[in-house]
């Protein structure tokens, strides 16, 4: 069974940083690309970024360019996020997602989410 | 960048169909997918590739997908059915989003 379980969130400073990990099972974490979903409080989902299943190349939505780094070890079957400069606005639940062996980026399994609070 | 519209809100009666749209330039295209959301819950993926149904997904739900837009439906629905729906469209290493609609099912 496919699982995702999403750490790391909290409540930082405008400015600051915080890493988020996303733990995969029931499935090679390396056969997949992964992506970064966030959904800010009672509002639609937002895409954040995506990196390929070798990590070798990542892409990123135009909010957070610049300021968040997606990376992975799949020797621990891990996903993480590291955002920097954090704004009010990046205060969201994030999910991490995977995407199917295809070419097109989609989305078949979401974890629980883990909830972040940008605010001083 | 790309631009998914869809209805804030849709009402259906239990039992009758309901069609949710997702419009965009071109969207036909492109693949559509749609998601599930319930209150307090993550996304289920509910409808790939404009038209095809993910393991567990019931055949109420449909897709279809043509010029500028996409097509959720939902045949019978069910009150289980109640949630929010989502669009989503993948182009030039950008994933779109759509803003959402609320089904009720009243």
């Known amino acids: 069974e496919v699982q995702l379980l999403e750490s790391g969130g909290g409540l930082v400073q405008p400015g600051g940083s915080l890493r988020l990990s996303c733990a995969a099972s029931g499935f090679i974490l390396g056969s997949y690309a992964m992506s970064w979903v966030r959904q800010a409080p009672g509002k639609g989902l937002e895409w954040v970024s995506v990196i390929s299943g070798s990590g070798g190349s990542a892409y990123y939505g135009e909010s957070v360019k610049g300021r968040f780094t997606i990376s992975r070890d799949n020797s621990k079957n891990t996903l993480y996020l590291q955002m920097n400069s954090l704004r009010v606005e990046d205060t969201a639940v994030y999910y991490c997602?995977?995407?199917?062996?295809?070419?097109?980026?989609?989305?078949?399994?979401w974890g629980q989410g883990t909830l972040v609070t940008v605010s001083s | 960048s790309y631009e998914l519209t869809q209805p804030p809100s849709v009402s259906v009666s239990p039992g009758q169909t309901a069609s949710i749209t997702c419009s965009g330039e071109k969207l036909g295209d492109k693949y559509g997918y749609w998601y599930q959301q319930k209150p307090g819950q993550s996304p289920v993926l509910v409808i790939y590739?404009?038209?095809k149904r993910p393991s567990g997904i019931p055949e109420r739900f449909s897709g279809s997908n043509s010029g500028n837009t996409a097509t959720l439906t939902i045949s019978g629905t069910q009150a289980m059915d109640e949630a929010e729906y989502y669009c989503q469209a993948w182009d030039s290493s950008t994933v779109t989003f759509g803003g959402g609609t609320k089904l009720s099912v009243l």
């Open positions: 590739e404009d038209n």
């Open positions: 997602a995977k995407i199917p062996p295809v070419t097109a980026w989609y989305f078949d399994y």
